[in-house]
């Protein structure tokens, strides 16, 4: 994939190979992106990162909305990516698609 400053939609999955909760490594142009599958039914992308100690989110347990760091538990808001007080931080969010069947991440 080639790098460009303009938004691209980058296919990444199908949905019905997203087992819900489970956290997907995504790695796009040096972007490393967790994808979750909400038990809702909605698809959700943040940075691979926490604003912590760089945990790796898409290894964090799903609940709802939310996941949690695997290391040391931050809550984390998977649609603006806030982390949840009593901690603070912001890890970056970035938008999807479904359509189709097929889960995109616009970049
Ligand atoms: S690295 Fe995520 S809570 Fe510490």
């Given amino acids: ?10 296919k990444v999955a199908k949905i019905n190979e997203l087992p819900q909760k489970i956290g997907k490594v995504i790695k796009i ?6 994808l979750f599958h909400l ?4 698809v959700r992308a943040v940075e691979n990162k926490c604003p ?3 945990g790796p989110l898409a290894e964090g347990m799903v609940s709802g909305e939310y996941v949690f760091c ?3 538990d931050w809550k984390i808001d998977l ?3 806030e982390v949840q007080k009593p901690d603070d931080g912001c890890v970056k969010t970035y938008e999807t698609e ?3 069947g097929v ?5």
């Fill in 29 to 34: 142009d040096g972007h490393d992106i967790a």
């Fill in 79 to 81: 649609t603006s990516g």
């Fill in 39 to 42: 038990s809702s039914g909605k």
């Fill in 103 to 107: 889960v995109y991440i616009l970049l």
């Fill in 98 to 100: 479904v359509t189709d």
């Fill in 52 to 54: 912590h100690k760089q």
């Fill in 70 to 72: 695997p290391l040391h």
């Fill in 1 to 10: 994939m080639s790098k460009t400053e303009a938004l691209q939609r980058v």
